[in-house]
């Protein structure tokens, strides 16, 4: 198998730690193992306590319980603990797909949702989410795309780049063609719980369709990803058994106080997201002063920690911020996207004072 360089974590790998003012990063803030402790009475104690053994393959189970209660259907053994959110989209791609088969994936999008799928032989069809349609990809459009060889649509909602979130109607349009055709449906919702506005969230993929996978992380609604805890939910046994015999080959099973940590965390997932939501909103309303002054314009988003902006001669000006001033966005090459386009990330406290610095 060989995969393509993943262009966003190597762009990432370069400038993160470097440049001085990281204006594109999707997670949101984080915070000290102190401060999360502080949540739950009794949990530093536990986590001075922790043995540093192996842990069980599938998830400590009081995570499982925890990760569970973010859904409306899905049990505590329906869901499988991976490291981070990377790890299911190699681990699905893999064990899902043959030589062959047909995947349907919305673009512009994070790069390992189509890569995996095309290093594992599969033949990748983009779905492309437009400007023009405030970056909602069309139902009728991913109908048009079906073949007889299609097996899996991956959907990303709330949507890293653009944050645009899957009106209900066109959600519960791609379910009723996946049943309908029986196909896998592998919906990233590693942003859910970053809904601008909590009542247009979309139910969670796994609680409504029997063939869906959702995919979660501590990395982004909640600030936390450093823990290196992701996870999927799913009601289809089947897979989620292949799932965990695949991460044998990876990590076979995930960090203890990672483990730990994440489960106070999703005790306190809503607080952790309106924390995040609060500073994502604020953010907003500060690019939203800032963009037409600087000739850039962008579709508001509704969900997620990132939003996708456009400029005339975009792809350069990015770059001259990030050679003069330390400034960086992310190029919407990263993404599949135009390159006058770049990713803008909302979720730092940080946000302020790189603005100053550009205006400066
Ligand atoms: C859409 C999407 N999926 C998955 C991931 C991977 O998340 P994690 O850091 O938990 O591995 C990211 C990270 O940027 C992402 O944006």
């Known amino acids: 198998m060989k995969l393509e360089d993943f262009a966003l974590e190597r762009f990432f790998a370069r400038h993160e730690f470097a440049v001085k003012h990281l204006l594109c990063a999707s997670d949101c ?115 048009r795309l079906c073949r007889d060889n299609t097996r899996c649509i991956v959907i990303n909602s709330p949507h890293n780049p653009t944050g645009a979130v899957i009106s209900k109607d066109r959600f519960d349009a791609i379910v009723a063609l996946a049943r309908a055709r029986g196909l896998w449906l592998f919906s990233d919702e590693v942003y859910r719980g970053l809904e601008h506005d909590p009542a247009a969230r979309h139910p969670a993929a796994c609680d409504v369709y029997e063939r869906a996978i959702s995919l979660g992380t501590t990395a982004k609604t909640y600030g936390l990803a450093g823990l290196r805890i992701g996870w999927i939910g799913t009601r289809d046994a089947a897979v989620l058994n292949r799932l965990a015999a695949f991460k044998d080959y990876l990590t076979i099973c995930n960090s203890a106080p990672g483990e730990l940590l994440a489960t106070v965390a999703l005790k306190h997932h809503a607080e952790l997201a309106a924390r995040s939501r609060a500073l994502v909103l604020e953010n907003l309303a500060r690019f939203d002063a800032f963009a037409r002054p600087h000739g850039i314009s962008y579709v508001k988003p509704t969900g997620g920690s990132t939003l996708f902006a456009g400029r005339a001669q975009g792809e350069r000006w990015c770059e001259e911020l990030l050679h003069m001033r330390g400034v960086c966005f992310a190029p919407g090459r990263l993404f599949g996207g135009d390159p006058d386009h770049f990713r803008v990330g909302l979720g730092r406290k940080s946000f302020a004072a790189g603005l100053e610095a550009i205006r400066a």
């Open 29 to 143: 803030e984080s915070m000290t193992t102190g401060e999360l402790l502080a949540y739950e009475p009794g949990a530093a104690e536990l986590l001075v306590d922790q043995r540093l053994g192996y842990t069980e393959t599938l998830g400590h189970p009081a995570l499982r319980t925890a990760i569970a209660g973010l859904y409306e259907r899905v049990k505590p053994d329906q869901t499988l603990v991976f490291s981070g959110a990377q790890e299911p989209i190699f681990a699905f791609m893999n064990v899902a797909l043959e030589p062959g088969d047909g995947v349907i994936v919305q673009v512009p999008c994070y790069q390992s949702l189509h890569e995996v799928a095309r290093a594992v032989g599969a033949t990748v069809t983009p779905w492309p989410a437009r400007e023009s349609e405030q970056w909602q990809p069309d139902p009728d459009e991913l109908k």
